[in-house]
């Protein structure tokens, strides 16, 4: 199938290696941060079906798995349960991205927090303190800013701005670091500038059969016909 083609083709190495050798520390790292970025654009899908009431919530009747068993009422998820899990698996898919792109600056680049770089030390900062952030606390998440980096400016420019200035303990909000979208921006920066991903990029994907525009979380979907019509 031309999707398990596309998909081996983009979660492989860039690099060839020889036979029986490990893959180096870029290379594992651009996997987890290609497998992470294509997870946010799930999550991202799903709460967007969630939330258009298209996705379908359908669970086993019965699921066993090892030496446990689950019946559908166990499982099941109602709209509103849907609803807060769709925002919370795009929110935690958001988080594994900085993650991901954390632990490869770590690998690739020795002192990432003196790098001579200052795209280096801003990628390196805002992705450790993000991380932080929803280490803790997941579902409730607040800054812990170190002392050495408190009421200061971490920013790649064009990318995204990290003023930690009044930030220390204060509940994390997407309006201090730009939302979402800034994260994966981020992360595709250290993925194919600071780690020079050259991974061929993917086919060309054919336009959703809805077509839907999103500002925040308002969500607009065009439609052909108005009422009434």
Not at 68 to 97: C, G, N, P
Not at 120 to 140: E, G, N, W
Not at 198 to 204: A, G, I, L, M, Y
Not at 214 to 229: S, Y
């Amino acid at each position: 199938m031309d999707g398990g083609r596309s998909r081996r083709s983009f979660f492989s190495p860039s690099v060839q290696q020889p036979p029986g050798h490990p893959l180096d520390g870029r290379e594992t790292h651009l996997l987890h941060i290609r497998a992470a970025e294509a997870q946010f654009r799930l999550a991202t899908a799903v709460r967007l079906a969630v939330t258009m009431e298209r996705q379908p919530l359908d669970l086993p009747l019965q699921w066993s798995h090892g030496h446990h068993a689950v019946t559908y009422a166990e499982i099941a998820l109602s709209k509103d349960e849907a609803d807060f899990a769709a925002w919370t698996l795009q929110r935690s898919a958001t988080l594994l991205m900085a993650s991901s792109a954390l632990e490869a600056i770590k690998i690739v680049f020795p002192n990432p927090k003196t790098h001579a770089d200052p795209n280096v030390v801003a990628a390196y900062q805002i992705t450790r303190m993000i991380r932080i952030a929803f280490a803790h606390k997941p579902f409730d998440p607040g800054w812990r800013i170190d002392p050495d980096c408190r009421d200061r400016r971490f920013e790649v420019p064009g990318v995204l701005l990290l003023d930690t200035t009044n930030l220390d303990g204060k509940p994390f909000d997407w309006r201090h670091y730009g939302g979402p979208l800034s994260l994966l921006r981020l992360s595709r920066f250290v993925r194919l500038i600071l780690l020079g991903d050259t991974t061929p990029p993917e086919k060309v994907i054919p336009l959703p059969a809805e077509v839907y525009y999103q500002q925040g979380d308002l969500i607009l979907r065009r439609v052909r016909d108005l009422p009434g019509e």
